[in-house]
């Protein structure tokens, strides 16, 4: 994209030599003969729908699906959950590993990047044979390599890896103390909620006092004090009220580990597929970020005395950012329709639920095709929007 | 009081060394305190990893065998690595499928044909290039549907496509996306900045939809769909529908990268050229188009990666691509063995590592080349 360019079509715009009628037969021709194509496919849909019994329309949505999900944000239950839950149940999950692995990838993706520039020649190097390995190997295959590779080196469900008798280790997953905070228990992520607003609002304030003073509140401190603090004495507290908090211990059972919170190992793999294999892309778009930040900004930051870290944090990063943040909102969105190959391990995400179970159980192929399409467009359309905003308010501005 | 210094100042000590092995790692390993307790736990990582890979992919690894028992500790009676016999005996299977043995050498010249074309388009200096082009895209085409397929009248027996199989499919589905996506991508970019509305709408429309599905429900639905919107009983071939998938699904991309090559292009190129009288056809395919194109090379490179990567996506849709070969390669009971199925993950990683590395090198040094040429 050119800075100070029009609209991309105004150079056809200026050869426009008013061969108005040309065109618009043209376009009319090519409606028509879309149109045609249109009805022709929707007739032959029809007609074969007919011949194989099938009712055309989302009336499926609401019959019982009968199937199982392996995992599930909300309540499912096999018997009696419509197929419009089990998608709801598959969409959660795609957004679930997605945001969880845009969060990791990110991490270890901005690591990689400023790594890159690191003083140390070894780190370099280890960073770049990083993002040349994991670009260049196709993530489906880096998917097999974690769910085959990775599990068969881990311990067997009947003798576990535990830690303490509360952590377990498996070819089944990994198995965690799951506490339960539903009705008056709900207290303690409730406090962890207000901890995170109050950190927000002194942020805000730690703001406006560095604009008006040059000098900040402290905040990594107290900002870890409110969001752990105050979770903690609502545990506390309604331990001393008599009404201690319960925790599912996973417990050995005779061939399994059983109870507790259970990380599947589809739901493992998939994530640290995913996040290890956008982080490489995310890392070089990072690096040509900083790269595109002039020289003169680190030496002068440099020259006021600031430490290479804070020269970082406090001006590469902020201009850099404003490169970064377009081909980044990108990879998060190819991210979020790579989770889609969920469906080669197993984990039970939109594509999987949908374009696997429901339409082998259903045969309601163009709906089931037209609703997975449509959630995954609409993600991507409203990120784009949303990008778009951001741009026109953030990049142009900070451009001028 | 006397301003002048009576004695002289002590010489200030000679500087450390600036050069050889010992400076040069105090600057690059050791500049900091930090630095060098990062270069230390990287080195003792490096130290436990490097023996490790080594020994598992070389040192202990089985490199002849007549079936999996050779693989086994417990047989072997030495700790073993990778299973390299398993690889040398799929070896065939891997690259040609279920294609008949006696037919191989068609595979083969199509690979050849296909390293030909390949070469002629990618190499700068390259003589002829229109007529490579026509090669790449017309005559091999055909060639290789002719000789993959077979063709009676030139003595060369019919092989269905449910026998083709491993590298073979993958080159051929890789093939297939680029030959369609180029052409199309071009159509569809010239199309979304054409001054028609309703064409600019539709063409805008479909690069939109292609690039905001994953490829993975494209493949189903052509799988499902394309054979529900075709008239009567007509079938379509099994490997015919991902590949209109992945043509329609690249071509969308593609179609982005030309965009972006033809915003390049400045426009007083266009005005001058229709200022000399040339057409709106001839001002595009003799000023515009080559001009455009040359500027994006390294982004069409860059999107024929990330193609040659997806393809691995069809093995997911029933076809027998290099990954679904390689899956029933080892899954054979008379090559099962702990080291396996690592083996064959780190051979297909090298394969397409080294294919994906050589493509992303060409892309940069297009790309350090037609950034000299702009330095001038």
């Known amino acids: 994209m050119r800075a100070g360019r029009g609209p991309a079509r105004g150079g056809d715009r200026a050869g426009n030599r008013g061969g108005s009628w040309r065109g618009l037969a043209l376009q009319a021709l090519l409606l028509a003969g879309l149109a045609a194509l249109a009805y022709g496919a929707w007739a032959n849909a029809a007609d074969k729908l007919a011949r194989q019994g099938i009712v055309a329309g989302f009336g499926f949505l609401e019959r019982a699906a009968g199937f199982d999900l392996s995992q599930s944000l909300i309540p499912y239950a096999a018997a009696t959950a419509s197929y419009g839950r089990a998608c709801l149940a598959g969409l959660l999950n795609t957004l679930l590993v997605s945001g969880l692995g845009i969060v990791l990838a990110s991490a270890i993706g901005f690591g990689l990047g400023i790594a890159r520039f690191s003083p140390n020649l070894i780190l370099r190097g280890i960073a770049r044979a990083y993002v040349e390995l994991f670009r260049n190997v196709p993530l489906l295959l880096q998917l097999l390599v974690w769910y085959v590779a990775v599990r068969v080196a881990l311990p067997e469900p009947r003798d576990p890896a535990a830690w303490r008798d509360a952590v377990f280790l498996t070819q089944r997953g990994l198995f965690l103390p799951r506490p339960d905070f539903s009705d008056w228990n709900a207290l303690v992520p409730g406090a962890f909620g207000l901890g995170l607003l109050a950190t927000l609002g002194l942020a805000r304030a730690s703001r406006r006092r560095a604009a008006r003073t040059g000098r900040g509140l402290p905040l990594l401190g107290p900002g870890l004090a409110l969001c752990l603090g105050l979770p903690a004495l609502a545990w506390i507290g309604l331990a001393l009220a008599g009404r201690p908090v319960p925790v599912a211990v996973p417990l050995r059972g005779p061939f399994d580990i059983e109870g507790g919170l259970a990380l599947q190992p589809e739901f493992t793999a998939l994530l640290a597929g995913l996040s290890t294999y956008t982080a490489a892309f995310i890392a070089e778009i990072v690096r040509a970020g900083i790269a595109s930040v002039p020289r003169g900004q680190v030496e002068a930051a440099t020259a006021l005395g600031l430490s290479r870290a804070k020269a970082l944090r406090l001006v590469v990063l902020p201009q850099a950012l404003r490169v970064i943040l377009p081909p980044l909102t990108s990879q998060y969105l190819t991210l979020t329709k790579n989770s889609s190959l969920a469906v080669l391990i197993g984990y039970p995400d939109l594509v999987h639920v949908m374009m696997g179970t429901v339409l082998n159980q259903t045969n309601q192929a163009v709906e089931a095709v037209t609703i997975t399409m449509a959630v995954y467009l609409a993600i991507s359309l409203a990120t784009a929007a949303a990008m778009n905003r951001y741009n026109a308010r953030v990049v142009a501005v900070g451009r001028r | ?376």
């Open chain 2, 1 to 376: 009081m006397s301003v002048v210094r009576a004695e002289p100042v002590p010489p200030s000590p000679p500087p450390r060394a600036v050069t050889g092995p010992v400076a040069w790692a105090r600057r690059n390993l050791f500049s900091s305190l930090g630095n060098g307790l990062t270069t230390l736990a990287i080195l003792l990582l490096l130290a436990w990893l490097v023996p490790a890979a080594l020994r598992f992919l070389v040192l202990d690894a089985v490199w002849t065998g007549e079936s999996g028992a050779a693989c086994r500790p417990e047989i072997a009676g030495r700790p073993v690595g990778a299973c390299w016999a398993f690889v040398a005996e799929k070896i065939g299977y891997l690259a040609y499928g279920a294609y008949p043995v006696p037919e191989r050498w068609r595979a083969n010249l199509f690979f050849a044909l296909t390293a030909l074309a390949t070469g002629w388009m990618l190499w700068p200096g390259a003589p002829r290039r229109r007529l490579g082009a026509a090669y790449a895209f017309l005559i091999l085409p055909l060639c290789a549907y002719a000789l993959l397929s077979g063709a009676p009248w030139l003595g060369l027996a019919t092989v269905p496509t449910g026998r083709w199989g491993g590298l073979l499919v993958t080159v051929v589905v890789s093939l297939v996306g680029i030959v369609a996506s180029l052409p199309l991508g071009i159509l569809l970019a010239l199309g979304r900045r054409s001054e028609l509305p309703v064409l600019r709408l539709l063409c805008t429309g479909f690069i939109e939809f292609w690039r905001g599905v994953p490829l993975i429900t494209v493949l189903f639905m052509a799988n499902v769909m394309l054979p529900l919107f075709l008239p009567g009983d007509l079938t379509v071939d099994r490997l015919v529908r991902p590949l209109v998938g992945i043509a329609l699904f690249a071509s969308a991309y593609m179609a982005e990268v030309v965009r972006g090559g033809l915003q390049a292009v400045p426009r007083g190129q266009e005005e001058a050229a229709a200022a000399l009288g040339l057409t709106r056809p001839q001002v595009l395919a003799t000023v515009v188009l080559p001009q455009a194109l040359k500027v994006v090379v390294p982004g069409i490179v860059n999107t024929m990666i990330g193609l040659f990567k997806d393809t691995t996506l069809v093995s997911i849709v029933g076809i027998s691509d290099f990954i679904r070969a390689l899956e029933a390669a080892r899954a054979d009971p008379r090559w099962s063995a702990p080291s396996v199925p690592v083996t064959a993950y780190a051979f297909a990683a090298l394969v397409y590592f080294a294919a994906c590395f050589a493509m992303a090198r060409y892309a940069g040094f297009i790309e350090r080349r037609l950034a000299a040429g702009d330095r001038r």
